[in-house]
């Protein structure tokens, strides 16, 4: 007897372990925490799978206090947490009807789709698994956001379901995994996407569908550690500053900014910007080398769009062409000998600028442009040669002219070239002057054979 009484007291424990599965009947009222809204009679515990799936009883439920289960599966009904926070030991997922403001816990997330959220509502992931979430889904009210602390996120996966947030959606990685944007379908944001990389995570919006962004892209928490930040098919309409962005790689296609723009990505890596618009009146991109192609950038008549190119290793490129600027437009390059930097503007096709421009030549660098097509400048066109003598190249030719509308200025240039710098020869070909002010001195070196 007493070895049958102790199996069965075994048994017990060990049954009083496993989950149990328990749905909301909602017979009473919509208190969480009365035990006849639960079938069976009992309030969920921390062993509990908790099922909400019946969106026509007579209440619906919702929280009195921060809750502790084992899993939470909803695919109808209105779970409203009133700002307290269910915590999830195991998965938690989301298929159909309605949440409102409060914060889910969970160590995965299997799926979130075909949702209507209120209010300011929060999803934190703390398990490995990788996440593929349907989309679907309608957010209204304050904020969405989604903390992603292991594994990655494809976001809107499915076809033909688009995320729909009329609001702000900030997602955070908290650690160095991924979050994949608009994998399937389409993501409408209708204020701010704020995307916090304290973990030094990637972002990955470059997928095969558009993000449509009312407010701005902004960044927070990036740094030179980010691995990788790569644009495609962005559109944003707020006219507040986007960014700022710091990563090792960076690329930018097929994409629209109203507001200024910041991208700093590693200085021994190329980044490549182009078909797209960059309209707030201040705009930065710097790399190793920074190449643009079949842009826009700047707002008419004020600011300044910075292309920097600072790779300090061999012989290098930094090339543009077919560019549009409607504000002032400023190329800067650095390289110490024995390594340099030639610009090589106008390579891919005419650049025209309605302000003024201007190329800063640091340490082993020069210019080359007027190889392509009929270029210019509405303003004043200003070579700056920081203190030594530089190569400069107006190719001409043929079929290819610069006309300034301003002056044509050089400045800091010196009669002796950088140590062992041979590349200092200047050409000016077809180049055609409207300003009258004096050019200044391009100071050369002569020797008499």
């Not at 698994?129 to 904020?143: I, L, R, T, V």
């Not at 729909?164 to 993501?187: C, E, H, P, T």
């Not at 309209?279 to 300044?304: M, P, V």
Request: hydrophobic content about 35%; charged content about 10%.
């Amino acid at each position: 007897m007493k070895k049958l009484m102790a199996m069965l007291l075994i048994f017990t424990t060990i049954t009083n372990t496993h989950s149990v599965a328990q749905t909301w009947n909602g017979s009473v009222n919509n208190d969480w925490n009365t035990a006849g809204n639960w079938t069976p009679g009992n309030v969920p515990t921390s062993s509990s799978n908790v099922i909400i799936n019946n969106a026509s009883t007579s209440y619906q439920p919702a929280l009195a206090g921060n809750v502790n289960i084992a899993s939470l599966t909803m695919s109808a009904g209105i779970l409203n947490l009133n700002n307290f926070t269910i915590t999830c030991s195991g998965n938690a997922v989301f298929t159909g009807d309605s949440v409102l403001n409060g914060k889910v816990i969970a160590n995965t997330f299997d799926n979130v789709a075909n949702m209507h959220i209120g209010g300011k509502f929060i999803l934190e992931k703390t398990g490995p698994s990788n996440e593929f979430w349907s989309g679907n889904n309608k957010f209204y009210g304050d904020s969405l956001i989604i903390i992603w602390r292991q594994g990655s996120l494809h976001l809107e996966n499915a076809a033909s379901s688009p995320d729909s947030i009329f609001g702000n959606l900030k997602v955070q990685v908290a650690d160095d995994y991924s979050v994949y944007f608009s994998q399937g379908s389409r993501l409408y944001v209708q204020n701010n996407l704020i995307l916090d990389n304290i973990g030094n995570g990637t972002f990955f919006l470059n997928g095969a569908n558009n993000v449509m962004i009312g407010g701005n892209l902004v960044g927070q928490n990036f740094s030179s550690s980010t691995p990788n930040f790569l644009l495609e098919k962005i559109t944003t309409l707020g006219n507040n500053a986007n960014g700022p962005f710091f990563s090792h790689t960076a690329s930018i296609n097929n994409c629209n900014f109203n507001g200024n723009f910041t991208l700093v990505a590693d200085s021994n890596v190329a980044m490549n910007i182009t078909n797209s618009s960059f309209l707030g009146a201040d705009n930065l991109f710097q790399a190793g080398i920074t190449e643009t192609q079949s842009n826009r950038f700047g707002h008419a008549s004020s600011g300044t769009t910075i292309l920097r190119s600072v790779l300090n290793s061999g012989s290098n490129y930094m090339r543009d062409g077919n560019n549009k600027f409607f504000n002032n437009a400023q190329w800067e390059t650095y390289a110490a000998y024995p390594n340099n930097v030639t610009i090589q503007q106008n390579f891919f096709g005419v650049d025209s600028c309605w302000g003024n421009m201007n190329f800063i030549l640091m340490g082993n660098s020069s210019l080359t442009t007027n190889g392509s097509g009929y270029n210019y400048v509405a303003g004043n066109l200003t070579i700056d040669g920081q203190g030594a003598r530089k190569g400069v190249l107006f190719t001409g030719g043929v079929g290819n002219s610069f006309t300034i509308g301003g002056n044509f200025t050089v400045k800091n240039f010196m009669p002796n070239s950088l140590p062992s710098v041979g590349n200092t020869n200047v050409y000016l070909r077809n180049v055609y002057v409207n300003g009258s002010d004096t050019c200044g001195n391009i100071l050369l070196y002569y020797r008499r054979h």
